[in-house]
T-cell receptor, first 112, second 111 residues
Framework: DAGITQSPRHKVTETGTPVTLRCHQT?????MYWYRQDPGHGLRLIHY???????DKGEVSDGYSVSRSKTEDFLLTLESATSSQTSVYFC???????????FGSGTRLTVV | DQQVKQNSPSLSVQEGRISILNCDYT??????FLWYKKYPAEGPTFLIS?????DKNEDGRFTVFLNKSAKHLSLHIVPSQPGDSAVYFC??????????FGDGTTLTVKP
């Protein structure tokens, strides 16, 4: 495997609380991405990073923030969790060009 | 407007036959098209890709065809095996590496 891990794997949290999901890679890739997957919606890009402290928004970024203070870690924060943010979250690193992404195993987040 | 579309939510084929999964896109600026496979409770796994300047790429049992004039690509799996049963996502990537995904097609290969 490419050395990408997500934590936690599962989390249940209450509406209105902040939540941080962590993505850690061991391969020194420059590009990292956060996607969410919902039934019938495929994967949608939340935020991505193209280097330390360099991040940009994806198509569903409202309610989320990210930080990348080290190459190996990319954090996704739900500032005030809502039930609509119940989803499976995937982190990915980019292998480059034709090689696609390597995804983590995902974090299943439930907001109650 | 959805830039990458997989119009068939599901496909069922017999073991040993061909599986054909289809994908349409709208943005002519995509530079790579990719297919991912996903099993339950796992992250998607990269399967095969094709550059926008090519019309075919083959890797073992998997072949991807790109028709740029029709903005259409397809994944052929021959012969299909029960272990191929999974959700298949089509994706299109930009120069920045950002990828846009279709909604997925669930393939079931029956023994």
């Amino acid at each position: 495997d490419a050395g990408i891990t997500q934590s936690p794997r599962h989390k249940v949290t209450e509406t209105g609380t902040p939540v941080t999901l962590r993505c850690h890679q061991t391969e020194n890739h420059r590009y990292m991405y956060w996607y969410r997957q919902d039934p019938g919606h495929g994967l949608r890009l939340i935020h991505y990073s193209y280097g330390v402290k360099d991040t940009d928004k994806g198509e569903v970024s409202d309610g989320y923030s990210v930080s990348r203070s080290k190459t190996e870690d990319f954090l996704l924060t739900l500032e005030s969790a809502t039930s609509s943010q119940t989803s499976v979250y995937f982190c990915a690193i980019r292998q480059g060009g034709e090689n696609g992404y390597t995804f983590g195993s995902g974090t299943r987040l439930t907001v109650v | 407007d959805q830039q990458v579309k997989q119009n068939s939510p599901s496909l069922s084929v017999q073991e040993g036959r061909i599986s054909i999964l289809n994908c349409d896109y709208t943005n002519s600026m995509f530079d790579y098209f990719l297919w991912y496979k996903k099993y339950p409770a796992e992250g998607p796994t990269f399967l095969i890709s094709i550059s926008s300047i090519k019309d075919k790429n083959e890797d073992g049992r998997f072949t991807v065809f790109l028709n740029k004039s029709a903005k259409h690509l397809s994944l052929h799996i021959v012969p299909s095996q029960p272990g191929d049963s999974a959700v298949y996502f089509c994706a299109a990537s930009e120069e920045t590496g950002k990828s846009t995904f279709g909604d997925g097609t669930t393939l079931t290969v029956k023994p």
